[in-house]
């Protein structure tokens, strides 16, 4: 299966950002999804996460209530609508699939995307 991140950007604190993650090569609602991010000297952190058919999600509690996941299994893709962005949301954003159910450690995932850049400016 292979991924393929996009829509991140340069945005000012308080602005919005729609992440999309299109996946091919597998069959997409087959696989639970996850958003996790990296800032430069961090690990990996799980930010989101949701199930084959989009009936249960997850987030971590540092983007509850201003970030929503989706998926749309019919177009092969998901997203990450990021809302009221905060200079501590800077990082590169990953997506990523996984056999099974939803997890929040980025090591229990089997595939991932390359990567989008978000930066917001304070």
């Known amino acids: 299966v292979q991924l393929q991140a996009s829509g991140g950007g340069l945005v000012q604190a308080g602005g919005s950002l729609r992440l999309s993650c299109a996946a091919s090569g597998g069959t997409f609602s087959s696989y639970g999804m996850g958003w996790f991010r990296q800032a430069p000297g961090n690990e990996r952190e799980f930010v989101a996460a949701i199930t084959r058919i989009g009936a249960s999600t997850s987030y971590a509690d540092s983007v509850k209530g201003r970030f929503t996941i989706s998926r749309d299994n019919a177009k092969n893709t998901a997203y990450l609508q990021m809302n009221n962005l905060k200079a501590e949301d800077t990082a590169v954003y990953y997506c990523?699939?996984?056999?099974?159910?939803?997890?929040?450690?980025?090591?229990?995932?089997?595939?991932w995307g390359q990567g989008t850049q978000v930066t917001v400016s304070s």
């Open positions: 990523a699939l996984r056999s099974g159910y939803i997890r929040v450690a980025a090591s229990e995932y089997d595939y």
